[in-house]
Each structure stands twice: as structure tokens, then as C-alpha cells.
């Protein structure tokens, strides 16, 4: 690879099967977006703007992830990653398709979300990890970080677009139009998987015996440069990653927002996240463990800065841009860390781990902020997540002090790799 295109931000979409995935992946993600814009503000319209029905109904969607999603990264290490992507996108675009008529002939209620959350979080138990490992199948060790950048940024436009889009259509035609808008948009990823070129894809020798679970776990276990960043990305994303919940509640109990003007709020935190998640495509070795702490507390000082500082709804619009920003550097630093450092034989298991860890802590997070913001407001859910984000962040930043030696070496390939951050976060998912 020449120098020029060893440092192009774009190099990995030079690969023909990774820009097809990741055109798929665009028109997909801002279906998703602009689905949970739609979905949120039915919830809320259903419940008189209850804060506890929307973390239950986040809850629920995110309650299949602490269960399923180790054996959903067993599968991504022992099956055809492509054909699972297929069967997990069909799935999802079904059930989006059936709440959409749902919501369009007026017989939607609270309990048809629920279950749709609750199936579609069983879908992305699968997706979400198999989707990280496939990324690795596509582009190769050497264009990995790129390809991980680009992952976030192309999510982070989606994010962009969705939302912005979504509360121009809620307004204009209703929250139905939106939600069959996303059914559609699932075609594109399916689209996309089926013309790839299997020949092309880097795949390395699958497992001897069976991928078990347990062993992605010792594995874990016996890396603290992978135990720390887990651990860390565990507690922010239990209490700081709640965004899916938060906004709305800001946009709608404290600025007493339309749906346009929320749109606007979740379009200035998914910008920052672009902004970042394009920095980071300069990226082209393993992220240090001080690095990691150090955005981890900056995301916590700016997620404070939101509930406490922000006297009105422009000065928000600025912190959220910031926040979001914060966010994705963090999830892309802790996610290269991890991938990166891991054995590409587990690589499939520990971004599940990862995954798991990052969205699993959702259900837990959305009740906890969720009561929270019953109690005493949309602010204080900001600055409670973020002080205790950044709690966390000094324990992990007085752990790393207390250790020391050098970075494990290990294999750049031979096995599965991975992506940035899912739907999630990808995936800051909220």
C-alpha cells in the first residue's frame, strides 16, 4: 500500500464489498434513527409524556442484549457472518413493517411497542455482534481502523439525517409514515450483503470444535489492557449513555419542544458524533489505556455541563454537539482498544462481550435515569449520569496507575475482526 493511500481518511472504502456495506448501512441506520425518533414521541403521546413508560419500552428493547448477545457472537464466530446479517435484517424490517400498519390504521397501542421492542432487541442480539466481526471480513487487519472510523462516521450520518428528517415527517404526515419509511429502508442493507463477492472476503480459519463462549471469557480475564476499558465502558454507558431516554425528556419537558425542534436537538448531538467519529479515521494503530480515560472524562464533564449550564435551548443545541462528539471518541477509543488488542480467534466473542456490555447495561441504565427524571427533572438525568461518569473514570484512571508493563503483543490476523460501535453506539446507541 502506498503512503498516500496508507493515510487517506477514505482508504477502506476503496474496498468494493465494504462500500457497498456501508452505502446499505446508511440508508438503513437513518431508517433506524428516524424510527426511534417516531417511536420515543409515540410513547410519549401514549403516556402523557411519561418518563417511565419510555425507559420501560427502552428497557424492554434493550433486555435481549443481556441474554442472547454472547451466543449471538458465538454464531458470528462459527457461521457464515453474511448469511446471518441477511436472515437478522429480514427479521427486523418484518416486524418494523408490522408496526408501521399498526400505527398507520390507529390500532397501536402501548403493548404493540413493547413487543416490538422486545423482538427487535432479540434481532439485534445476533446483528449487532455479527455486524462488528464482519467489518474485520471485509477490509483486512491492515485497513481495520480505518474501516472501524468509517463505521462510525457512516452511523453518525445516518444519525444526522434520520432525526432531522423524522420530525419533519411526524409533523407533515404522522409517526406511521416514519416507521414504514424504516421497514423499507432494511431492503438496502439485505441489497447490499446479497451482492458482495464471497471470494473477496477476508476469512480466516474458523475455530477447530465448537466457539464456546467461555473461552472468549478467559480470554477477557486474562488481559487486564481488555478487563479495564470493559469495565470502564460498563459504567459510562450504564449511567451516561442514556441519550435515547434523556433527549426527549429534555426536549419536551424542559424546552417544551415540537417534534421538529427535538429533531434539531438529536441532529446537534449526532453532528458532534460525525465530527469525532471522521477525526478518529486518522487512526491507524492501537489507542493507550490513557487516552481512553482521559475522553471518558471529558465526556462526563461536558454530559454535566448539559443538565447544569444550559440556560436555554440554543446554549443545549452547543453542549449536546460537544457531548455527542465526547461520546463517540470515547465508545471509538475504548471499542479500538478492545478489538485491536484482542486475539482475532475471539475477536467475534469479545466485541459480543463488548456489545453486551455497552448496550446490555441499557435496560438497568433507562430504569435507573428513567426514575430519576420522575423524580426531579430532565436536567437532573444529565448531571447524575454524567458525575457519575466521571466517578468512574477517576477509579479506572487510579487502577491504571496501579499497574504496569508492557502492551501484550498479539496476532494482526487469523480470525474474525471487528467494527466500531454498533447501533448503539456503534454504536453509542442512545
Given at each position: 500500500m502506498t503512503p498516500t493511500v496508507a493515510t487517506h481518511p477514505f482508504r477502506a472504502l476503496r474496498v468494493r464489498n465494504f462500500r457497498l456495506f456501508a452505502t446499505g448501512?446508511?440508508?438503513s441506520v437513518a431508517g433506524t434513527w428516524m424510527s426511534v425518533v417516531a417511536q420515543d414521541w409515540l410513547v410519549l403521546e401514549l403516556t402523557g409524556d411519561s418518563a417511565t413508560a419510555l425507559g420501560t419500552v427502552t428497557a424492554l428493547q434493550f433486555t435481549p442484549m443481556l441474554l442472547f448477545t454472547l451466543y449471538g457472537g458465538r454464531l458470528a464466530d462459527r457461521y457464515d457472518k453474511r448469511a446471518l446479517l441477511t436472515a437478522a435484517n429480514l427479521v427486523s424490517g418484518l416486524l418494523a413493517l408490522l408496526l408501521a400498519v399498526l400505527v398507520l390504521t390507529g390500532t397501536a397501542r402501548l403493548g404493540h411497542i413493547h413487543a416490538f421492542a422486545l423482538c427487535l432487541g432479540l434481532a439485534n442480539s445476533v446483528e449487532v455482534p455479527t455486524r462488528m466481526a464482519f467489518v474485520g471480513e471485509?477490509?483486512?487487519?491492515?485497513?481495520?481502523?480505518?474501516?472501524?472510523?468509517?463505521?462510525?462516521?457512516?452511523?453518525?450520518?445516518?444519525?444526522?439525517?434520520?432525526?432531522?428528517?423524522?420530525?419533519?415527517?411526524?409533523?407533515a404526515f404522522g409517526t406511521g409514515w416514519v416507521l414504514l419509511i424504516n421497514a423499507v429502508s432494511y431492503a438496502a442493507t439485505v441489497l447490499a450483503l446479497r451482492r458482495m463477492r464471497p471470494d473477496e472476503l477476508h476469512r480466516g480459519a474458523r475455530p477447530a470444535g465448537r466457539a464456546r463462549v467461555a473461552d472468549g471469557l478467559r480470554h477477557v480475564r486474562d488481559r487486564p489492557?481488555?478487563?479495564?476499558?470493559?469495565?470502564?465502558?460498563?459504567?459510562?454507558?450504564?449511567?451516561g449513555l442514556n441519550f435515547q431516554l434523556t433527549l426527549p425528556l429534555l426536549a419536551k419537558t424542559v424546552f417544551h419542544a415540537d417534534a421538529a425542534s427535538f429533531g434539531l436537538l438529536t441532529t446537534a448531538f449526532a453532528a458532534g458524533s460525525l465530527a469525532a467519529a471522521f477525526l478518529t479515521t486518522a487512526r491507524r494503530s492501537r489507542p493507550s489505556a490513557r487516552l481512553v480515560t482521559g475522553s471518558a472524562l471529558v465526556f462526563a464533564v461536558l454530559e454535566t455541563a448539559v443538565g447544569w449550564a444550559a440556560p436555554g435551548y440554543a446554549a443545549a443545541v452547543v453542549l449536546l454537539f460537544l457531548t455527542g462528539g465526547a461520546s463517540i471518541y470515547f465508545a471509538q477509543a475504548a471499542n479500538h482498544r478492545i478489538q485491536l488488542g484482542s486475539d482475532p480467534h475471539y475477536r467475534g466473542r469479545v466485541l459480543a462481550l463488548y456489545t453486551l456490555i455497552l448496550q446490555g447495561s441499557t435496560p438497568v441504565g433507562a430504569l435507573v435515569v428513567g426514575r430519576i427524571g420522575a423524580e426531579w427533572g430532565a436536567r437532573a438525568c444529565f448531571v447524575a449520569g454524567g458525575l457519575a461518569s466521571f466517578v468512574i473514570a477517576l477509579a479506572a484512571l487510579a487502577l491504571r496507575a496501579g499497574r504496569s508493563g508492557p502492551e501484550p503483543v498479539v496476532p494482526a490476523s487469523g480470525g474474525t475482526s471487528a467494527s466500531g460501535p454498533g447501533r448503539a453506539a456503534e454504536d453509542v446507541r442512545s
Open positions: 448501512q446508511v440508508v471485509l477490509v483486512g487487519a491492515e485497513l481495520l481502523p480505518n474501516a472501524s472510523a468509517l463505521s462510525a462516521a457512516y452511523f453518525n450520518v445516518a444519525r444526522v439525517a434520520g432525526p432531522a428528517v423524522a420530525g419533519l415527517v411526524i409533523t489492557d481488555l478487563l479495564v476499558p470493559l469495565a470502564l465502558v460498563a459504567g459510562v454507558g450504564l449511567f
